[in-house]
């Protein structure tokens, strides 16, 4: 629930100078065009989406912003930040690696996989890899901590905020261009951002 900006929707702006067509088009794909899973198979989607809900649970929308789409979309097509971490495989390989792992630590520590726990066991397990209390054998040298946090809860949390969802909820304008943004100095908005109501 948007409580901050609770009557802030910035696809209010859809007609206006903030939003050309480029733009435009950018967030048609984002809202309607979400991709079909190429990377990922059937299993690992799903064990992806049940992590994805504990990263980033969203109780309050109706209909979650999609992220395990959008993670597929970008492994199925070979995209990322452009470079490659010294001590990780391929990231097509490191996810692939990363969530078998994850479900195996599920085994090791709650005597279940990942899906077949309940959500209090799921964080306990998740919340061991942040500190990265696993059994190095199941991440077959793939480090664990460094996947979870650099890898999986960044791209996890990139792709949210990336969806015009997200942005109505923190009160972001949308990009720069082509209205661009004057007013930049510190607790400054310009008129057509979302304004925080306490």
């Known amino acids: 629930m948007n409580t901050l900006y609770p009557n802030y929707d910035v696809l209010a702006k859809w007609d206006s100078p903030s939003f050309d067509d480029k733009t435009r088009s ?24 049940a992590i ?23 492994l199925y097509r070979g995209r990322g930040e452009g470079f490659r971490h010294d ?13 078998a792992a994850i479900d195996a630590e599920a085994m090791r520590l709650r005597g279940a996989g ?50 015009p969802a997200a942005w109505s909820e923190i009160g972001f304008g949308g990009p720069a261009s082509p209205r661009g943004y004057v007013r930049l100095g510190f607790d400054a908005r310009d008129a057509w951002e979302g304004k925080e109501e306490a």
Do not use: C
């Open 87 to 99: 001590n990780m495989p391929t990231m097509p390989e490191a996810w692939r690696r990363g969530l």
């Open 114 to 163: 990942f899906r077949e726990l309940g959500n209090e066991a799921r964080d306990a397990v998740l919340a061991a890899l942040t500190r990265d209390e696993v059994d190095p054998a199941l991440w077959q040298g793939l480090p664990a901590q460094r996947f979870f946090i650099d890898i999986l809860v960044k791209t996890t949390v990139g792709v949210y905020y990336s969806h």
């Open 52 to 74: 994805v809900a504990r990263v980033l649970p969203q109780p309050a929308r109706a209909e979650p912003i999609p992220i395990t789409p959008w993670i597929d979309d970008m």
């Open 26 to 49: 950018v967030l048609t794909q984002r809202l309607v065009a979400i991709p079909q899973r190429h990377f990922f198979t059937t299993p690992e989607w799903m064990l992806l989406e």
